[in-house]
């Protein structure tokens, strides 16, 4: 239950972490772009060294972001299996009926595993290297265009920060309620598909309780103080852009150069042998 | 039942930064019969302790025997260790789910394998002994009563399986002083009749004082005393030490013998300091 992969802020002192949360969205971004621009494995390469430093630098065992994979898995090797089998390439190895695999096939579905990987992996270290707190307020400061069309940014922003903030506590609270009815004899991991989810039922009626209690609470507790979400509030944390956030716009920047070079092919003319042209298609 | 604690540990998230040990080397055995007070501040491991007892967290280092049986071992039959120790949570109403208190009262009694009639049997009487009306409320939905009412209708929850040990973590936390007093003297019938081991975490150190028979001091996860109340409390550097501070009639009791008032007594409640100031004044 502790496992819960939204908000998954993994604490750490790193250059990473020390970066100006906007500044991090906007390169997450540029990132996922960069992903989807990526056309041959050379480029691809230059992507994965992207990934490979930006977890070195922000202090975060590989094995954590190893981990964030686990949950594509699935989708990861259905894609995968599915291009390979009904991709229309030119070198068929192997064909019966509709399906048939080529050998472009194989590159394709390689490549379109890598990029779903990549993808995660890169986001990841946004929400591995960025509080909650910094990720609703870094969002805020980058919908200040949709503030001038009358959208209530602020709003939005708080209702995103509480609810994310109810994540752990609400998780905590599953965790004591389904102590408790343990204790009472009630078992969880037993029985068939019916019986575990009526199993469940002992924990979600009190959990749901407890969250409109909490609500309510919380209510309160903002009206008490006088909250309301008046167009010129002050802030605890005012974010600054420093030196680092400009050294790394100027390395993604780079990045996103490289990959592009290597996508147009300038190299087309030197491949070093024809028997890496795998390589560079 | 027996219960024998032999040096336990338990680390909250391992390897990683939010590591935590809760637990470092406790060992104590509690005997049938007797009233454990746990004490100790905010985060010293009295819940993670406690919650060993019935298996809701699993033996990671060292071992604990209920009875004779092993519950460290992975073969340990739960159903029938949580049916003998019964555990209550701290604000255990917020437990409280089903349509009915009846109904929510045999849920412990169903899922230990007693069947229909013999669960509405025991709810019946577990709500009696709760002190409250079992017609008037059985067919009332738990979340219409009052919260002293819900706390008892949680409280009767656990003990209508009878089990033989009972675990209590702050149990009158949150409750008038009315509502206190009678959570604890039904702690008391409950020893009388069919549980005659209970252990409970709580922070007032008068209910420890005046129920307990043996306390438990914790300290970071260490276990810093194992004695009885009388001989805590007498020891001034070691409620110091634990900055749990003395019950009142104690208190009282230290303030009149540092004016020079001697007391034949370790007033461990108000009856007993008034009995011992009978005694000295009116002969």
Not at chain 1, 107 to 123: C, D, E, H, N
Not at chain 1, 241 to 265: C, E, H, K, Q, S
Request: aromatic share 8%.
């Amino acid at each position: 239950m502790r496992d819960i992969t939204l908000g998954q802020y993994y604490p750490a002192d790193s250059f990473t972490h020390k970066l100006d949360p906007r500044v991090k969205l906007v390169l997450v971004i540029a990132f996922i772009v960069m992903v989807f621009l990526v056309k041959n494995l050379i480029a691809y390469a230059a992507v994965i060294l992207c990934v490979v430093l930006g977890t070195l630098i922000s202090r975060i065992p590989i094995s954590k972001v190893l981990k964030s994979i686990k949950t594509i898995i699935f989708l990861v090797l259905f894609t995968a299996v599915l291009n390979l089998l009904f991709y229309k390439g030119d070198t068929v190895l192997w064909s019966w009926w509709r399906i048939s695999v080529s050998l472009e096939g194989i590159l394709f579905s390689i490549k379109m595993a890598l990029r779903l990987i990549l993808l995660v992996m890169g986001t990841t270290l946004l929400t591995y290297t960025t509080t909650p707190t910094g990720l609703t307020d870094g969002m805020e400061s980058l919908m200040y265009p949709l503030k001038l069309i009358k959208v209530p940014t602020h709003d939005i922003a708080v209702i995103m920060s509480i609810a994310l903030r109810f994540i752990p506590i609400l998780s905590e609270e599953v965790d004591k309620i389904m102590m408790a009815q343990k204790a009472r004899g009630a078992s969880f991991d037993t029985g068939g598909i019916v019986k575990r989810a009526k199993a469940l039922l002992p924990v979600l009626i009190p959990l749901f309780v407890s969250a409109f209690r909490r609500a309510d609470e919380l209510a309160l507790a903002l009206d008490a103080r006088c909250y309301n979400a008046t167009p010129n509030r002050t802030r605890y944390q005012i974010m600054k852009p420093t030196y680092r956030d400009l050294i790394a716009v100027a390395g993604t920047a780079a990045f996103i150069v490289l990959v592009v070079a290597l996508n147009m092919n300038f190299w087309g003319a030197y491949v070093p042998s024809e028997s890496l042209w795998w390589l560079f298609s | 039942m027996r219960i024998k604690v032999e040096d336990l540990s338990y680390v909250y998230s391992p390897k990683t930064p939010f590591e935590k040990v809760a637990l470092d080397g406790v060992s104590f055995t509690v005997k049938e019969g007797d009233t454990v007070g746990i004490i100790g501040s905010t985060g010293s491991g009295k819940s993670t302790l406690c919650q060993h007892f019935n298996a809701l967290i699993r033996v990671t280092h060292g071992k604990i025997y209920v009875g004779d049986v092993d519950i460290s071992s992975k073969k340990t039959d739960l159903t029938a260790l949580r049916k003998q120790v019964g555990m209550l949570f701290q604000f255990p109403e917020y437990q409280l789910f089903d349509d009915t208190v009846a109904k929510d009262v045999q849920f412990g009694p169903l899922n230990f394998g007693f069947d229909r009639e013999e669960a509405a049997r025991l709810a019946a009487e577990a709500i009696k002994m709760v002190g409250m009306d079992y017609d008037e409320v059985k067919d009332k939905s738990p979340f219409e009563l009052s919260g002293g009412e819900k706390r008892r209708a949680a409280i009767a929850g656990v003990i209508a399986s009878k089990p033989s040990v009972l675990v209590l973590d702050e149990p009158t936390a949150g409750l008038d002083p009315i509502g206190k007093r009678e959570i604890l003297e039904l702690v008391k019938e409950l020893k009388k009749s069919f549980c005659k081991t209970v252990i409970m975490i709580s922070h007032n150190m008068d209910e420890i004082a005046a129920n307990c028979n043996r306390v438990i001091v914790l300290h970071d996860g260490k276990l810093l005393y194992d004695t009885t109340p009388e001989e805590l409390f007498a020891d001034p550097e070691a409620v110091a030490r634990t900055d749990l501070g003395y019950p009142h009639s104690v208190h009282i009791k230290r303030l009149l013998e540092a004016k020079g008032v001697k007391l034949d007594t370790a007033a461990l409640d108000a009856d007993s300091l008034l009995e011992a100031l009978k005694r000295r004044y009116c002969v």
